[in-house]
């Protein structure tokens, strides 16, 4: 296997006889491990600007949390003499060294010899070479063969493998049982997501068994043959197939469609705001190395966490309630400081679901985009930003918040003839779904009675059906807007209604 440039920093491992130290690298080429795992409450041992030069000295093994210290030890039982681990080779009191740093994520992983995941550790000082214990470990059973020579085999309680959730190793509950398994404390992690998708290898060290994770196989201790990913096909049951296609990896993966490019990208979204982030900072830098990729295969211009070619759907994202009843947090909030304009899901903490409906020669984007541009807020290009705002022109005429819906997320619009008020007889547009949704299923960016703004985005062909977003005035400004919602399933009868009161006008969506 071909050796890569390595990473700014890394690990130097040496012996069990030599200290490690950190390496800062100048350009050379050589294998290296990365370590994908999770943090934890507690902030791991790192580098700062005040122990950089510590580090590059040494650093004691025994000073190293018990995960740093096994993925050290099979860093060398592989022969191989560097590690990257992000809390040790990125400053973590330097935001200009972080920004950096994290928006080189995709190389880091991709180019690493492999990854070792810790699926079992649920911090960093839980460790994961542990030996297996009780039903988890193999019995001898001593028999004689067909040619009556006598031998043994092994044999232990069977074990399943949770697929949805991507899990590699295998567990002790049926995913069919009431009590499916749930995702290890790894597979949750936010970080964790691209990390898995870009590396080329992965060694998995779960609670049960060792397993083994690479572009075209999975293997693991209980089964004798390993399980050959079919990733040839639309319909792959490969985790890596689900998010990526031909649009990340066109060389590894067929050349699927621009649609299902675009599905893959909505499901990854889906897939990682649900998961867990420690600091609703790096929402965006959690997942810049994903969209590096995709930047470098499709050439299209990234709008924090959207693309500009297929914008207009992109703008229609919803926040996911589908699991919520009644939860002890509020199902979406926003940043306690500007984060991404509002028209990015980005804007949001908490779980999305992304636009994904396959595109018909006869579906219609009604809205015309005349701009969109982001200014960042850090040296990472696929992070935060401090400014951002789309100008479109469509039609727009006034809409009420009339009563919640009977989805927690949801409340029922309306409009009526007089565009000022609320009299007379009115019509009923759709549910709109809310952005901001509190543990209570209160809506604080909306009271029931406002007078809001609709935006229709997209007319439906097959369905004669219309989306678009629900808009309020931005700071008193009748010509910006931000969003607080998307109005979904728009009978063709009721948007013909409500166009009578609309008129074509150019807007900024901030």
């Known amino acids: 296997m071909s050796q890569s440039f390595l990473p700014t920093r890394v690990i130097d491992v040496g012996t069990a006889e030599t200290k490690l130290s950190l390496h800062a690298s100048s350009g050379e080429s050589a294998r290296y491990v990365a370590l994908s795992y999770c943090w934890g409450k507690d902030t791991p041992l790192s580098t700062t600007n005040s122990t950089l030069e510590d580090r590059k000295r040494s650093i004691a093994f025994e000073s190293l949390p018990k995960t740093y210290q096994d993925a050290v030890i099979i860093t060398r039982k592989l022969g191989v003499r560097y590690l990257w681990i992000d809390s040790l080779c990125i400053l973590q009191d330097s935001q200009e060294d972080w920004s950096r740093e994290s928006a080189k994520m995709r190389s880091i992983y991709a180019n690493s010899f492999v990854a070792i995941a810790a699926d079992s550790a649920t911090d960093c000082r839980d460790g994961f070479l542990r030996s297996a214990q009780g039903k988890h470990t193999s019995i001898s059973i001593q028999c004689r063969n067909p040619a009556g020579i006598d031998c043994h085999v092994f044999a232990r309680t069977p074990m399943y493998r949770a697929e949805y959730w991507g899990e590699v190793a295998h567990s002790d509950v049926p995913p069919s049982a009431i009590w499916a398994p749930e995702p290890s404390s790894w597979n949750s992690r936010a970080w964790t997501l691209q990390e898995r998708?870009?590396?080329?290898?992965?060694?998995?060290?779960?609670?049960?068994?060792?397993?083994?994770?690479?572009?075209?196989?999975?293997?693991?201790?209980?089964q004798l043959e390993p399980e050959t990913l079919d990733i040839d096909g639309e319909h792959s049951i490969s985790y890596r197939s689900r998010f990526l296609g031909a649009r990340f990896v066109p060389s590894l993966y067929?050349?699927?469609?621009?649609?299902?490019?675009?599905?893959?990208?909505?499901?990854?979204?889906?897939?990682f705001s649900s998961r867990h982030l420690t600091r609703n900072s790096d929402r965006l830098h959690a997942l810049s190395g994903l969209a590096a990729?995709?930047?470098?295969?499709?050439?299209?211009?990234?709008?924090?966490?959207?693309?500009?070619?297929?914008?207009?759907?992109?703008?229609?994202?919803?926040?996911?309630?589908?699991?919520?009843?009644?939860?002890?947090?509020?199902?979406?909030r926003r940043h306690d400081t500007y984060y991404a304009p509002s028209w990015s899901w980005a804007s949001i903490i908490g779980p999305v679901s992304c636009f994904s409906e396959p595109e018909t020669i006869q579906d219609e984007i009604v809205m015309e985009i005349c701009d969109a541009r982001c200014t960042l807020a850090s040296l990472d290009p696929y992070g935060p930003a401090v400014d951002g705002a789309i100008t479109a022109r469509g039609f727009l005429a006034p809409v009420w918040a009339a009563e919640p819906s009977s989805m927690s997320s949801s409340i029922k619009v309306q409009f009526y003839g007089d565009t000022n008020s609320r009299q007379g007889p009115y019509v009923y547009l759709g549910d709109a779904e809310l952005d901001i949704v509190h543990k209570d299923s209160s809506h604080p960016e909306v009271v029931i009675g406002d007078r809001l703004f609709f935006l229709p985005v997209l007319r439906f062909a097959q369905s004669i059906q219309f989306t678009g977003l629900l808009l309020k005035p931005f700071k008193q400004d009748a010509s910006q807007f931000c969003r607080l919602g998307c109005v979904q399933d728009i009978r063709d009868v009721a948007f013909a209604v409500w166009c009578e009161t609309a008129r074509k006008q150019t807007i900024v969506i901030v």
């Open 197 to 222: 998708l870009l590396a080329p290898r992965i060694l998995h060290y779960s609670y049960t068994e060792f397993a083994w994770e690479c572009r075209t196989q999975l293997c693991c201790e209980c």
């Open 254 to 271: 067929p050349a699927f469609s621009e649609v299902s490019s675009i599905k893959r990208w909505s499901e990854t979204v889906q897939e």
């Open 293 to 332: 990729l995709i930047k470098s295969e499709s050439q299209d211009e990234y709008l924090c966490g959207l693309w500009r070619k297929n914008l207009a759907r992109d703008l229609l994202w919803c926040v996911f309630d589908e699991t919520y009843i009644g939860g002890t947090t509020d199902l979406s």
